[in-house]
């Protein structure tokens, strides 16, 4: 009984994402009859488009180098969000120093820090420099929050059998913030992939999707550019999902 439930739950949602998929692309179609093609091109254009540039090696050499920089991002993050979050917990001086820190990181735009790295690191390193200042916060904040809630309620037993710090980390800290992390990196890589593209683009990176984008732009090529936005979107999606089987699998 419960199995058909959730069949047809499952069936429910993809039907109602199909039909929201076709009317987006019945309005797109419409409108298409009342602007210039340069401004709108037709549907069947740039899915013609998407799947003659998913045929071809050189746009999956450039998704992968543009993934690449995103998980290096990801991962320097994760690290140093981490690593502060455990210290700020053990010292309320060093909590006190790194909040005003995290605030800034927090609350500037992110084409502020692409535009600073722009004049302070190699374009090659951009995408990965603004990926670790714009994510840390949230793997920070939410690591801190976790372990601060842990300390109230381990710290009893933490007295009682008398457990050093080193322990704490590793038997209590660490598997108890798992959960909120999973959640965090879901976010984190979401959010790192655009900044990603973004930071390609504005800092003319070569090699990435990012140049594909601006090459698309500059050649006035809104088929091109569309199609290449598509291939982000399926691509983005697809990278979630097995992120997520990924952190399934690990715990």
Same mark, same amino acid.
């Given at each position: 009984?419960?199995?058909?439930?959730h $069949?047809?739950?499952f069936?429910?949602?993809?039907?109602?994402?199909?039909?929201?998929v076709?009317?987006?692309?019945?309005?797109?179609?419409?409108?298409?009859y009342?602007?210039?093609p340069?401004?709108?091109?037709?549907?069947?254009?740039v899915?013609?488009?998407?799947?003659s540039?998913?045929?071809?090696?050189?746009v999956?050499?450039?998704?992968?180098?543009?993934l690449?920089k995103?998980?290096?991002?990801?991962?320097?993050?994760?690290?140093?969000?981490?690593?502060?979050?455990?210290?700020a917990?053990?010292?309320k001086?060093?909590?006190r120093i790194i909040?005003?820190?995290?605030l800034?990181?927090?609350?500037?735009?992110i084409?502020?820090?692409?535009?600073?790295?722009?004049?302070?690191?190699d374009?090659?390193?951009?995408?990965?420099?603004?990926?670790?200042?714009?994510?840390?916060?949230?793997?920070?904040?939410?690591?801190r929050?976790?372990?601060?809630?842990?300390?109230?309620?381990?710290r009893?037993f933490?007295?009682?059998?008398n457990i050093?710090?080193?322990?704490?980390i590793?038997?209590?800290y660490?598997?108890?913030?798992y959960?909120t992390?999973?959640s965090?990196v879901r976010v984190?890589?979401?959010?790192?992939?655009?900044?990603?593209?973004m930071?390609?683009?504005i800092?003319?990176?070569?090699?990435?999707?990012?140049e594909? $984008?601006?090459n698309?732009?500059?050649n006035?090529?809104?088929?091109s $550019?569309l199609?290449?936005?598509?291939? $982000?979107?399926m691509?983005?999606?697809?990278?979630?999902?097995i992120?997520?089987?990924?952190?399934r699998?690990?715990?």
């Amino acid at each position: 009984m419960a199995g058909k439930y959730h $069949l047809r739950n499952f069936i429910k949602n993809r039907l109602f994402t199909i039909i929201g998929v076709f009317s987006v692309i019945a309005m797109w179609e419409i409108t298409t009859y009342f602007v210039d093609p340069i401004l709108l091109p037709k549907p069947l254009d740039v899915i013609k488009e998407t799947a003659s540039l998913l045929s071809s090696k050189e746009v999956y050499s450039s998704l992968l180098n543009t993934l690449t920089k995103t998980y290096m991002g990801v991962a320097g993050s994760l690290i140093a969000g981490l690593f502060f979050a455990v210290l700020a917990v053990q010292s309320k001086f060093i909590d006190r120093i790194i909040n005003p820190i995290t605030l800034i990181f927090q609350s500037a735009p992110i084409i502020s820090w692409i535009l600073l790295s722009l004049i302070w690191f190699d374009n090659s390193i951009i995408p990965i420099i603004v990926i670790i200042f714009s994510a840390f916060p949230i793997i920070f904040i939410n690591s801190r929050n976790s372990i601060h809630n842990i300390e109230k309620r381990t710290r009893n037993f933490v007295k009682i059998y008398n457990i050093d710090k080193i322990k704490r980390i590793k038997g209590i800290y660490l598997p108890s913030i798992y959960i909120t992390l999973k959640s965090s990196v879901r976010v984190v890589m979401e959010l790192s992939l655009k900044i990603s593209v973004m930071a390609e683009v504005i800092s003319n990176a070569t090699g990435g999707i990012g140049e594909n $984008l601006n090459n698309s732009w500059i050649n006035i090529d809104t088929v091109s $550019l569309l199609s290449i936005t598509l291939i $982000l979107i399926m691509f983005t999606y697809i990278n979630v999902k097995i992120v997520d089987f990924i952190l399934r699998k690990i715990y």
